[in-house]
């Protein structure tokens, strides 16, 4: 495969890559997580996207080592791809880390809750093992 060819095919796999990066951020962007059922959905989503995407990287890293081989310079087309790659996959792990944060703040405001709930079985049951 010369030169060429490998950077035609690194741009249509970046491509895809940045597709799925794409399609994460979306699902993030779209699903708010409110529920429990949402995380998992949501997360479920996310694990086959990852999955694909780790499909895509072992591709690109076998193209990626022929390429530095090469000694050549990425082409405006490759460029502007992985540069929308970077972009998709910062704005995923933001998202990502979005979520995360909003999970931890409705764990941090249910403890107190779940921990009256607890307080107040233990009085009940103190009390029925009292009559």
Do not use: F
Not at 40 to 66: G, M
Request: glycine letters at 2%; hydrophobic letters at 35%; charged letters at 30%.
């Amino acid at each position: 495969m010369n030169a060429k060819q490998i950077e035609s095919e690194l741009k249509e796999l970046y491509a895809e890559q940045d597709q799925h990066y794409r399609a994460a951020a979306d699902l993030l962007k779209q699903k708010a997580i409110k529920r429990a059922g949402d995380y998992d959905e949501v997360a479920s989503h996310l694990q086959a996207l990852i999955s694909r995407i780790n499909l895509h990287e072992t591709r690109l890293a076998k193209l990626r080592e022929q390429w530095l081989a090469s000694g050549r310079k990425p082409g405006p087309q490759l460029q502007s791809t992985m540069s929308n790659v970077e972009y998709s996959l910062r704005e995923t792990i933001t998202l990502i880390d979005e979520a995360s944060q909003q999970m931890q703040k409705s764990k941090e405001r249910l403890l107190p809750q779940l921990s009256e709930v607890a307080r107040h079985q233990q009085m009940r049951s103190a009390y029925d093992s009292t009559t």
